[in-house]
């Protein structure tokens, strides 16, 4: 009784707020203003993969598969699916589906967007790595459709759960008609009002929509990529929401009785790559500046000491304002495939220095870490903490930051130049797999593509590749934690920690938070 | 006159060639775009597949000169991340950063001559020294937080002006920009003050020395013997000869304002040419780099001749072409 009379008043009191705010803040009851803090380069679905791109275009279009907010797949165009042997999948389409231009979606739709996949012309990064699997496409009735892969794809639900419909009749229509919104008819909860490159996207209800019909009668997209610039825009109630909430703002936006804030653990994980590939590794020198050889880093003792000098506790509490876990794993607790025996190592110098002597290294070594400064969430001051802890456990250590557009070309295949870099990595997937094909594989054909230590482990592979090859998901799970739990042993990577995802709003706006970082009008709603 | 001009134009080309190659092969040393562009997933295959499709599997060497051949022909090449014609990108930016401009130099040129020709009249009463150390913060207070103070106070505290971005734009005989419509000029008002601090604290402090010292001219002196009133005196003459150093340091402003707004851009989240180059630069966008330098290489050469033009206007003494 008491507490439904304080809930009921402060419903009342929020109202009252949100009523006296309309007036100043300008848009109506059903418009919505988000701060989004990366910029859109394009509007066709298929031109960019890029999170920023998607995210945009997941309010247009749908997909085959829609991933929840904690990156499970369901059912989204497609109301079912399920494997008829090893090599097909049966996908059951939703009927009764429009296009925003009124024409109905069918199988033929799916055909044509998987055509239309590979072919956008200068395209910066395709969504073909989500397609390529399928061999060939069957339409067996216009809302039945089968897809034969060359091998096993467990993953293929949730590659095509990136992979947006558009109309056949868009099927050859470049990049430039989608941004003018020519082309830009999807099946989603929103229609495209207008693209303004670098400034705003906006939308207006799809009324039609076959889902849970959204709040927002018209939602406009503002791209506000500096964050003091985000927050401010919040406050001064011009946005009712914002993803990617600076660290640094984060205890004055708690304290502030209008905002509101979400968060939720996200699929990123930060973490230490190690050369344990070369004899002899640049950054690495003895006390007197020569090169050591063999490599220290090939050492698993070395890699393991390493990861216990460092106080994974004291960075996510002072760095990240409390809003991170210490990770021991590629990915956090709660999503597909990730082990229960992974902990994070818990900070021990002592034994971190028992592990060089024992190593031969009694005196440590000179080394220098790499890192981006402008890429993930306090990466210079994590890099700076990491390089303090390393040098406690005797490790001579300089800290060393670049712009992402350097350090990623410099760090990643073929020139491989640092020895010890910090790095993130989201998983797409929302499962092990992900990572674990892409930072721990040997680099080779489709593997190990991010693997900038260039760590290889034969028996790590083959669970991996039996894994992929493994559609029941009871077993395929269970090979997952194998592989992560025999490469954590082995200390393929120092995770550091796992980001929690924050989105603030103002004060009477809900939004459900999402592991993979995006922001989606249709999951805002009024309290 | 028109000697000068042309064999003006003609050095630019010379600029905008020696432009083009050392912002071409900088980029290239910087890093690699494919890495920047593809998705963190992308194998072998996908890297060559998009290296191919941007021209970039060739040697650096060769693409330069396929560039410079059709940049002869008009077209500077199409942006990495957009996918759409440099120029046609770095158009569609420039009405918001030229209004924003504008208004900049409208509030720095308005407020600046008037106060700085006060402080420079009477230079010891109160107000000019207020004015002076006025002056002194516009100088000396970092844009970015500025920018921010402005935003705080205004729009988080007073809630009256628009936090940032670009207002809805108007049409007046044709052209569209967010100068017509009043909300637009509401969105306008903090950036374009932020942008204009720095170049009033400029103009007060010109206007005020060139004033004190033009005062102590024989001219001055004789045009007061010869009876003119002194309103006349300060606004006719002195107001001419104090115009020149200002000219060429608002000439020199107005290139780096509409090329180099970055902070104030980003700050108010206006979408602008600054907001444009700093992001191209953190992809690796290459063309746009390009295309965007060669821009404002024109629009520098451009305003310098206006410049100097600007001067024999107000100093009949300045012969162009034997400066030239």
Known sequence: MNAALRRTALGLATAGLLASGAFVTGPGAQELSMGISASVTSVDPHFHNLTPNNNIASHVFDRLVHMDEKMRPGPGLAESWKTIDDTTWEFKLRKGVKFHDGSDFTADDVVATLKRVPWVPNSPSSFRLNTQAIEKVEVVDPHTIRFKTKAPAPLLPIDLSNVRIVNRKFVEAPTADFNSGKAAAGTGPFKLVEFVPGDRVVFERNDAYWGPKPHWQKVTARILTNNAARVAALRAGQVQIIEQVPSADLASLRADANLTLHRIVGNRLIYLHLDSFRDETPFVQDKDGKPIKPNPLKDPRVRKALSLAINRAAIVDRLMEKEAIPAGGLLADGFFGVSPNLKADPFDPDQAKKLLAAAGHPNGFKLTIHGPNDRYLNDEKILQAVGQMFSRAGIDTQVATLPWSKFASDASNPKYSFSVMLVGWGSDTGEVSNPLRSLVATVGPGRGVSNRGRYSNKEVDALLDQALATVDDGKREKLLWQASELAMKDQALIPLHYQINIWATRKGITYAPRADENTLAQFVRPQ | ?324
């Open chain 2, 1 to 324: 006159m028109t000697v000068f001009v042309i064999r003006r134009l003609m050095q630019s080309i010379l600029v905008l060639f020696a432009m083009s190659a050392i912002v071409f092969f900088g980029v290239y040393v910087v890093g690699d775009p494919v890495e920047i562009l593809v998705s963190h997933e992308a194998d072998e295959a996908e890297r060559a597949r998009v290296a191919a499709a941007l021209g970039l599997d060739r040697p650096v060497w060769v693409q330069y000169f396929a560039f410079l051949e059709n940049a002869l022909g008009g077209d500077l090449g199409k942006s990495f991340v957009f996918g759409i014609p440099a120029i046609q990108l770095i158009l569609q930016r420039m009405p918001a950063t030229f209004e924003l401009v504008i208004v900049s130099f409208v509030i720095a040129v308005g407020l600046g001559i008037p106060l700085g020709m006060y402080a420079g009249y009477r230079p010891n009463s109160a107000g000019a020294k207020t004015i002076m150390a006025g002056s002194i913060l516009g100088f000396s207070l970092p844009t970015f937080w500025v920018g921010l103070m402005l935003i705080m106070i205004f729009a988080v505290e007073m809630q009256i002006l628009p936090a940032g971005g670009r207002g809805p734009v108007g049409s007046f005989l044709g052209m569209q920009s967010s100068l017509f419509s009043w909300t637009g000029l509401g969105h306008l008002f903090l950036p374009a003050l932020n942008l204009a601090l720095f170049k009033l604290a400029l103009v007060i402090r010109l206007a005020r020395a060139g004033m004190r010292e033009t005062l102590l001219l024989d001219y001055v002196k004789y045009a007061r013997a010869k009876g003119l009133a002194m309103r006349r005196v300060v606004f006719v003459h002195v107001l001419k000869n104090i115009m020149i150093p200002i000219v060429t340091v608002l000439g020199l402003e107005l290139g780096s304002q509409i090329a180099f707004s970055v902070v104030t851009e980003t700050v108010f989240a206006w979408p602008g040419m600054g907001k444009l180059i700093i992001e191209s630069i953190d992809k690796l966008d290459r063309p746009v780099i390009v295309a965007y330098l060669l821009v404002i290489v024109v629009i520098f050469v451009l305003i310098n001749l206006v410049v100097d033009v600007l001067y024999s206007v107000l100093d009949p003494r300045v012969r162009l072409a034997a400066k030239a």
